[in-house]
């Protein structure tokens, strides 16, 4: 028999080996799931994390998936610590996405300096417009910003599918539904900066974000409400803190760092706006909000592992020829096995012995 | 929450803790390691969580951290709950210093040495309503006894 046992300070070690930890487990429980699909397990892993490493084009290909991750996720986590929880980062990507692809494309084909920095802040309101939905929703009604967060997302979806199908679609686009490409408009695009590196310019915000996010969760009184809000709603009240400026403020964050990696995606990486667009980063980047720990450093890790299962899977795809869904599920075990061994850094197990009667 | 965390949650105005809402931990930590040594907080160090300290530790931590500000108006209530006697003595004499150095302070107990103790006026609250507050040195028992069953003292012939 063993028991869980709170730990009066939360431990340090645990809160860092856990997610490596997590990664493991996740490997080995894969190897099993492939083994049952009838690949070598080995193999697989291989693959899946090391493989993509070796290669230099997979290796830039690394940077180019954790940008929008780490970007959105970074801007989770803040809202995660404070409580408040937004599910629908993948609408606000969308949403950022096509109101910064819409600034851009109005004034095709004019070429300019100005346009990309205007499409991005154009994306980061689209973004932080969505997000004040369910943030307005709840400080008004008390809505919970879960559900409305994640059913934006389904608006957001088929708004991009009328979108490109109607005002944004390419006119001499043989009537595909899908926008004209940011990458054939040059002051519109998003292109790798150093050639082989996959670094673009949302790479380089996604930097910024990181060190912006460290100083402000560690050094400015904003983390600190923020953190506080998250561990004691009643304590952060009588300290002065105000429940729903954080809210406003915290998803208002997460909702325009989503808008501006949805503007460097459509604009970069995935070249234009189609109803393929949307590939899961919204919701991925939960995923790696917290196998960082919600922590800007953290995070970038995470990112980068995460990346590394995206590019990984393809391979495998490719190589063993397993099914798309098995990274999916891939993917959610890291979640499942990360919020399992979590326990580990607030309680400790102990074994006691049974009693007799 | 670690204590240095804690004493941040209400210390950053008076205290100065931040400037341009940068927080300046350096003054946070100073700020509660003043406040362990001064109400002898018994915690191995102020990165320790405040909920890992004893009630009666946490409350001196509480009291100590509210006092080393020197508002000028504090409600305290029940300062010295679950506190030892000998800390429970140092909480009080800190309140009465406070009182000393000008400030307003409303204690409110159900110990009623302690009011004693420290209190000028004394009001009792009965079924909702205060009385009118005496001057403590003026009061004896039965009267404060006549206090607590409703009956203003003033109104009770002598």
Do not use: C
């Amino acid at each position: 028999m063993f028991q869980l046992e709170l730990r009066p300070n939360s431990s340090a070690l645990w809160t860092a080996v856990t997610p490596v930890l997590a990664v493991i487990a996740t490997m080995i429980a894969g190897g099993f799931l492939f083994a049952a699909l009838g690949k070598d397990p080995v193999e697989a892993i291989r693959v899946i994390f090391l493989d993509p490493l070796l290669q230099p084009y997979t290796r830039s290909q690394m940077l180019v998936k954790a940008a929008p991750l780490i970007l959105i996720a970074i801007g989770l986590s803040m809202g995660f610590k404070a409580g408040i929880w937004n599910i629908g980062a993948e609408g606000q990507f969308i949403m950022g996405a096509i109101s910064g692809g819409a600034v851009g494309l109005a004034f095709y084909p004019t070429q300019g300096a100005w346009l990309l920095p205007l499409m991005a802040t154009a994306g980061a309101l689209g973004g932080f417009a969505w997000a004040m939905i369910p943030a307005l929703l709840k400080i008004k009604y008390g809505t919970n910003e879960i559900l409305v967060s994640l059913m934006l997302v389904y608006v957001a979806t088929n708004f991009l599918g009328g979108m490109v199908s109607g005002p944004l679609r390419n006119p001499e686009g043989h009537n595909f539904p899908e926008s004209r490409s940011f990458q054939d408009y040059a002051s519109a695009s998003n292109p790798e900066l150093f050639s082989g590196t996959g670094i673009h310019y949302g790479v380089l915000l996604m930097f910024a974000a990181v060190i912006v996010a460290y100083i402000i969760m560690n050094r400015h009184i904003l983390g600190f409400q923020i953190n506080l809000t998250g561990q004691s709603p009643r304590a952060a009240r009588f300290a002065g803190v105000n429940p729903n400026v954080l809210i406003a403020v915290t998803l208002g964050i997460s909702g325009a760092l989503a808008g501006m990696a949805g503007l460097f995606e459509v604009t970069g990486p995935a070249g234009k706006l189609t109803t393929n667009f949307p590939v899961g980063y919204g919701f991925t980047a939960i995923i790696v909000a917290f196998l960082g720990r919600l922590h800007p450093v953290g995070i970038f890790l995470a990112g980068l592992v995460m990346a590394l299962t995206y590019i990984g899977g393809e391979g495998a795809q490719f190589v063993l020829r397993v099914p798309a869904a098995a990274i999916s599920v891939f993917q959610g075990m890291l979640l499942f096995f990360l919020l399992a061994v979590d326990v580990l850094s607030n309680y400790r197990i102990r074994w006691v012995r049974k009693e007799h009667s | 929450m670690s204590l240095t965390e804690n004493a941040l949650l209400t210390g950053n105005v008076r205290q100065k803790l931040s400037v341009n809402g940068f927080l300046r931990w350096g003054a946070a930590r100073g700020f509660a390691r003043a406040i362990v040594k001064e109400f002898d907080v018994r915690t191995p160090g102020i990165s320790n969580s405040a909920k890992s300290l004893s009630g009666g530790n946490l409350q001196k931590f509480v009291v100590g951290r509210e006092i080393l500000q020197k508002p000028k108006v504090l409600v305290v209530n029940q300062p010295t709950w679950g506190v030892d006697a000998a800390a429970a003595a140092s909480i009080r004499q800190a309140l009465m210093n406070l009182a000393e150095a000008g400030a307003t302070v409303v204690v409110i107990s159900q110990d009623l040495d302690e009011l004693l103790e420290v209190s000028d006026r004394l009001a009792v609250l009965n079924e909702g309503r205060l009385t009118k507050p005496r001057e403590t040195s003026e009061l004896n028992m039965d009267e404060i006894g006549l206090m607590m069953g409703g009956m203003e003292a003033s109104n009770v012939p002598a």
